[in-house]
């Protein structure tokens, strides 16, 4: 699988981006589907996975509440959508398709560029 994740860039704190990754290459609904993202100096952090379906989704943590993961199917298309962020969510965000897993970067099997999400405050 191919990932093209896009939607970064900077915004002020307590504003919003919805971030996109497409994917080709093999069948999109078979893959559960995940963000992570890494500040400079910190290790990888879990942020959301949506399971092949659509029809379930998990969070990390500091992002509850906050932001939401979302798939069409239909267009191989993932997003994350990021409300209210925090100065703290400033990272490069990867997406990442695992045919077994849903939590953890070792679940998954392909991944993304990642993009760069830079929130000022």
């Known amino acids: 699988v191919q990932l093209q994740a896009s939607g970064g860039g900077l915004v002020q704190a307590g504003g919003s981006l919805r971030l996109s990754c497409a994917a080709s290459?093999?069948?999109?609904?078979?893959?559960?589907m995940g963000w992570f993202r890494q500040a400079p100096g910190k290790e990888r952090e879990f942020v959301a996975a949506?399971?092949?379906?659509?029809?379930?989704?998990v969070y990390g943590d500091s992002v509850k509440g906050r932001f939401t993961v979302s798939r069409d199917n239909a267009k191989n298309t993932v997003y994350l959508q990021m409300n209210s962020l925090k100065s703290e969510d400033t990272a490069v965000y990867y997406c990442?398709?695992?045919?077994?897993?849903?939590?953890?970067?070792?679940?998954?099997?392909?991944w993304g560029q990642g993009t760069q999400v830079t929130v000022s405050s």
């Open positions: 290459g093999h069948t999109f609904s078979n893959y559960n």
């Open positions: 990442a398709a695992s045919l077994t897993g849903l939590l953890g970067p070792r679940a998954y099997d392909y």
């Open positions: 949506t399971t092949w379906s659509g029809g379930g989704t």
